[in-house]
């Protein structure tokens, strides 16, 4: 911003600095920290796969050490459950516009050059060939007849190609460490029944909104218990 501060045309201002530090906090914290919400939900709502989950950490990890990157490629099932909570929420249904760069022709329609499209992911995260029931809530989406970890290029949550989310890598460790951390200490109970738990979310835009709820966190090794809103 000094340097550029005798140039009017300058970009590096004031205002476009608050800028890109609000868009930092939106994309790198708001869509990690819904992902979460979300998963905490679900693992209320099916509290047998949150057993998996738990049964999966005590024999790897166990209860003396906390959660680690290194831990991950030991953890399949876990590793498909968040694979399935970001599927499954689809928390960005359609992707950032992008700009057709050539005249193209996509099956039996024309899009000319400069056009604006807006990409579904939500059409490839729930095509119902890659994922057999894809409005189910189900881990084994991602697990193979081994129980490893499947590959699959239908996996977007974070776009593809060359303007995928720059911050995806962070977002993985984020959610894998939070996720395994908090379900190796607690466990996730509802105050009402699993099966009333709503997971259609109270707002879709540009993001999936979980509906706000309560839990209470029961630690693992003790008998009393916290409650927390989200």
Known sequence: M?????????????ENLATCGSN???????T????????????????????????????????????????KIKLPYTEAVLHEIQRYITLLPSNMPRTVVRDTKFRQYFIPKGATVLPLL????????????PEKFDPGHF????????????FV???MGKRACVGEGLARVELFLFLTTILQNFVLKPLGEPKDIETKPIVTGLINIPQPY????????????????I
Do not use: W
């Open 24 to 30: 930092l906090f939106s994309a790198g914290i708001e």
């Open 214 to 229: 309560k839990l209470c966190f029961i630690p693992r090794q003790k008998k009393n218990f916290s409650l927390l809103t």
């Open 32 to 71: 990690t920290s819904i992902t979460l919400s979300y998963g905490l939900l679900l693992l209320m709502k099916y509290p047998e796969v949150q057993a998996k989950v738990h049964e999966e950490i005590d024999r790897v990890i166990g209860c003396n050490q906390s959660p680690c990157m290194k831990d």
């Open 122 to 133: 939500s059409s490839v995260l729930y095509d119902c060939k890659e994922f057999p029931n």
């Open 143 to 154: 697990l193979d007849k081994n129980g490893s970890v499947r590959k699959t290029e239908y």
């Open 157 to 159: 949550p974070f776009s």
């Open 2 to 14: 000094e340097q550029e501060k005798q140039n009017p045309e300058s970009e590096f201002h004031l």
